[in-house]
């Protein structure tokens, strides 16, 4: 690919690109749940000037292109090894993660709640997608994952429309924990901490927004190539 145009889809670019998560997250641009609709689509909805978002989009990926990078194509690992992938590093990240930042995020409401009245948004948001992630992953590992692996080893119609229906209400759960975390980083400038701020103020924020890197990344993945993938 020489380089992006209106055409593709944010799902697309990402796949080749994986940077350009970065620049869409700054951007407030989806990736992942809605991340399947081309960039003009998204440019005319924002009224961005697509001239500059494309320029730096292209020239980005200029550079990155000259630099040593391996490029996982998901499209074509197998469907068992995408799952174990999607486990073993995303689940596992939020396992090991969810219950520590949450912790934090209840520390800096507690001391810098009253001068600042958006924590205790923040306190709630966190805590309604802390309990959602956790409901989600138990039922993707228990109940989907389970079947994914079986329809690579015996692939059939039927289990195809399953895991479909099952993953129907999962890409709705997507989309509200997507919400959750755009919500997250309106409230909190972009996951900037205020001027003077102490350093858990300073740290939370930086977890915040790498939950939101690694959760973005997790449902891509789940989205737009492991369900993609498997056709009904």
């Known amino acids: 690919m020489n380089s992006f145009t209106v055409e593709h889809t944010p799902a697309e670019i ?87 930042l949450g912790q934090f995020v209840t520390k800096i409401f507690r001391v810098h709640g009253d001068a600042h009245p958006h924590l205790q948004e923040l306190h709630r948001l966190y805590n309604d997608f802390k309990v959602d992630m956790e409901a989600h992953m138990v039922k993707e590992e228990n109940e989907v994952f389970p079947l994914v692996k079986e329809y690579e080893k015996n692939p059939s119609q039927e289990l195809a429309e399953q895991i479909h229906i099952e993953n129907g209400g999962l890409e709705d759960e997507h989309e509200s924990q997507g919400n959750i975390l755009k919500r997250m980083r309106e409230i909190t400038n972009d996951f900037i901490p205020p001027a003077g701020a102490c350093n858990s103020y300073q740290i939370t924020y930086a977890r915040l927004a790498e939950l939101e890197t690694d959760t973005f990344q997790h449902v891509h993945l789940e989205n737009n190539v492991l369900f993609k993938r498997i056709k009904s």
């Open 14 to 100: 990402v796949k080749v690109f994986p940077k350009a998560s970065d620049l869409f997250k700054k951007r407030r641009i989806d990736f992942c749940c809605g991340g399947d609709r081309p960039l003009g689509t998204v440019f005319t909805e924002k009224n961005m000037d697509e001239v500059a978002v494309l320029s730096e989009l292209n020239t980005a990926f200029e550079i990155w292109s000259k630099e040593d990078h391996e490029v996982i194509d998901w499209d074509r690992v197998p469907l068992s090894e995408l799952v174990d992938h999607i486990v073993h590093k995303h689940h596992a990240y939020l396992n090991e993660e969810l219950s520590p």
